[in-house]
């Protein structure tokens, strides 16, 4: 695999603000440094709104605009994407059948111990769909936990759904599907009372013309709550690289910093229906939420 250029990137980082009145993300956003390859292969489980292959065959997508904004200024010419299922990305880029992956991928502990994730490019928080009047009436997690007859479902190896388990909905109340369409099948048949996903997901689902006048999202509804803090636990959503490629991970970030600083990064999320609410928090690091654990 070809490299960056490491002495560009070591002068780079040598830069000091000193004097200068910059920050350090605006210096990198002046100083990005060009890689030594015009070629990357993606991988994306095609889920709306983050990377999707639409039906007049492009590749769509906020992760996918936000890597074409990050890497076509540092001479990134051509992405090869391939479509997989969530939970295969991961393996696939342990591999070495991606060079990087970004689909929707929350920044966990637990995958920092297999990747190395970019910095983050967005917050998103548990979102709960059910039938149209939610019938059951759930608005929390806890609501499902204490009520046995209640089942809700998640994509398997999909966060939300890891968070249902961590909130305590597990065995026979937590149903694990193979991607989004067979979960949101699983809720139009009856056969679970609501299915979580990211609020992304959840949103852009929800605009769908054979899904959207059937379902709606649970408002409000309570996700997972931190037992530390008390409060709901916030995922962010990041770019995935391998383990032995630090110095592709490194340019991404610098130029990701550059898109932050500018606002480009809050014109993507909008066109794709997030709000600024849900921007990554200034100043937060991949490094910072992989200690968290």
């Not at 490299?3 to 780079?12: N, Q, T």
């Not at 076509?72 to 990305?89: A, Q, R, W």
């Not at 530390?228 to 995935?240: F, L, M, W």
Request: net charge positive.
């Amino acid at each position: 695999m070809k490299r960056i250029d490491l002495k560009k990137l070591a002068g780079m980082l040598a830069v000091t603000a000193a004097g200068l009145g910059a920050t350090a993300a605006s210096l990198a956003a002046d100083t990005a440094p060009a890689l030594d390859k015009d070629t990357l292969t993606v991988g994306i489980a095609n889920n709306k709104p983050w990377a999707y292959r639409d039906t007049d065959g492009a590749y769509k997508g906020v992760n996918i605009d936000i890597l074409r904004a990050v890497f076509e200024p540092l001479g990134v010419k051509h992405f090869n994407f391939t479509v997989g299922d969530f939970g295969s990305l991961i393996p696939g880029l342990a591999s070495r059948r991606f060079d990087v992956v970004d689909s929707g991928v929350v920044i966990t502990p637990q995958r920092c111990e297999l990747v190395l994730f970019g910095d983050p490019e967005l917050t998103s928080l548990d979102a709960l769909l059910v039938l149209k009047g939610n019938p059951r009436k759930i608005h929390s997690f806890d609501d499902v936990v204490k009520n046995p007859a209640l089942k809700i479902g998640g994509s398997r190896g999909g966060q939300q759904t890891k968070n249902a388990a961590s909130a305590g909905v597990t065995g026979d109340q937590l149903q694990q599907f193979q991607n989004t369409e067979s979960t949101v099948s699983a809720l139009l048949a009856n056969r679970v009372d609501g299915i979580v996903f990211t609020s992304g997901t959840a949103n852009a689902l929800l605009e769908g013309p054979n899904v959207g006048d059937k379902i709606e999202r649970a408002k409000p509804f309570t996700g997972l709550i931190d037992a530390k803090t008390g409060k709901v636990v916030q995922s962010y959503i990041g770019a995935a690289f391998r383990k032995d490629s630090q110095p592709l991970r490194d340019a991404y970030n610098q130029q990701l910093a550059k898109l932050k600083a500018s606002g480009a990064i809050n014109k993507i999320a909008e066109k794709y229906g997030f709000s600024i609410e849900e921007k990554a928090p200034d100043g937060l690091t991949s490094s910072q939420i992989c200690a968290a654990g």
